[in-house]
């Protein structure tokens, strides 16, 4: 399941918005270090696509995709020397598939501000910088394991070496390396160290109720216009924490007629959720039957066998094919049987990339 953290500075809005998202009831006072063991919340991924499959092949239920969100401990300046609750951060971070880095966007003197002053340019650095340090730690420590083989001469140790070190320098010249141009031979050296700097980001901007759409809030487009400009640029996400908690009260009816007031298409789950799935590059399948519709979340690429492995072990073992039809066509044509009479359903084999919004039905045999 996909696991998303929230993360930034003390206070910044963090556990408000994990409430809101996951109607979860988190603690959210107004001093640093109010949440201390990670909050988790887990909530179905909303896409209108299911319950209109649901609903034209009549299953009997109906099963979204998930996404589990981590409310995680604020961070501070010293958090790699272990300064605040760092180390629980650190480590807490580690778990999670991409971080969301909530940054205060508003101004109001009765919230206090662990850094005495509203900036989420410098918020962001002071964070970006302690996982960098973090990481550097990580690299150092490992390095000193892998000179000692490499100065004995074992190959592999050398070819790691030579990738650490070029990794290293990267991380202390200030570059993420999820920017770094690295060969897949090259991340699958790193990928067990787990870096933090590895990790997508998604940035939330935390903004007053009546600047959520970012007409006026000058931080909003200071972080928005320092993103355009970069290599490897982010989503930034402006929400108003307020606001998500005052949806999460009212009736579908009335939310969707308050957003639309607002302007709003969508409210911040779905912005979140989408911004993450395009970081992370994930698509979603569907399956579907007389017991269930069920949605199924996969990285862009995937082959049809791998897909099936998330349904059954099985499916995957005795793979001979993936019968395929994409969602626009089958909502056209309107039930499966018009669409077997039509010749609409494709059969694909093992090669198979299966593609965001594909219905499949696989065929196995043990």
Known sequence: ?????????????????????????????????????PNVGTVGVPDARLPRIHALVGSGEMVPAFIRFVDIAGLVRGASRGEGLGNQFLGQIREVDAIAHVL????DAGVVHVMGSVDPARDMEIVEAELALA??????RRIEKVDKKARSGEEDAI????????????????RTLRDLP?????RVTVRTLNLLTMKPVILLANVAEDEVTGGSNRFLRELQGAESGRVGKRHVVPFSAAMEAELTLLEPEDRRAFMADLGLQAPGLDRVIHAAYEELDLITFFSTGEKQ???????????????????HTDF????????????????????????????????EGKEYEVRDGDILFFRFNV
Not at 325 to 345: C, T, V, W
């Open 135 to 140: 990481d550097l730690d990580t690299l150092e």
């Open 104 to 107: 205060r966007c508003f101004e």
């Open 182 to 186: 690295l060969t897949v031979q090259d």
């Open 1 to 37: 399941m996909l696991q998303v953290g929230i993360v930034g500075l003390p206070n910044v809005g963090k556990s408000s918005l994990f409430n809101a998202l996951t109607a979860a009831g988190a603690p959210a006072e107004n001093y640093p270090f109010c949440t201390v063991e």
């Open 293 to 311: 519709t069920r949605a199924w979340t996969v990285s862009r690429g995937t082959r049809a066998p791998e897909a099936a492995g998330l349904i």
């Open 159 to 174: 070819r790691e070496l030579d990738v650490l070190e070029r990794v290293t320098d990267a991380v202390s010249r200030g």
């Open 316 to 347: 995957q073992r005795g793979f001979i094919r993936a019968d395929a039809i994409g969602f626009p066509e089958f909502e056209a044509l309107g039930s499966m049987r018009a669409a077997r009479d039509r010749g609409a359903i494709r059969s």
